[in-house]
């Protein structure tokens, strides 16, 4: 393994560890919302967003935030 592959399998690590810190947040942050948290479309009861790739979206943004945090 050389210094590329060392730092591509860093990067990855702080990827899923940025991504795992914002699902945790999301989880605990806000259990219902009427309207989704990523667009501001109306969301079905129990639900914080409107669809899946609003939730992806958002948790990506987040663990964006968690690593420059």
Same mark, same amino acid.
């Given at each position: 393994?050389?210094?590329?592959?060392?730092?591509?399998?860093?990067?990855e690590?702080?990827? #899923?560890?940025?991504? @795992?810190? =914002? %699902?945790?947040?999301?989880?605990?942050?806000?259990?219902?919302?009427?309207?989704?948290?990523? *667009?501001? #479309?109306?969301?079905? @009861?129990? =639900? %914080?967003?409107?669809?899946?790739?609003?939730?992806?979206?958002?948790?990506?943004?987040?663990? *964006?935030?968690?690593?420059?945090?």
């Amino acid at each position: 393994m050389d210094i590329v592959d060392q730092a591509e399998a860093l990067a990855e690590h702080e990827r #899923e560890r940025g991504i @795992a810190a =914002a %699902r945790a947040r999301a989880a605990v942050m806000v259990e219902w919302s009427p309207t989704c948290l990523n *667009c501001d #479309e109306p969301t079905p @009861a129990g =639900a %914080r967003w409107c669809d899946p790739a609003c939730r992806d979206d958002y948790l990506r943004r987040m663990a *964006c935030q968690a690593t420059d945090e």
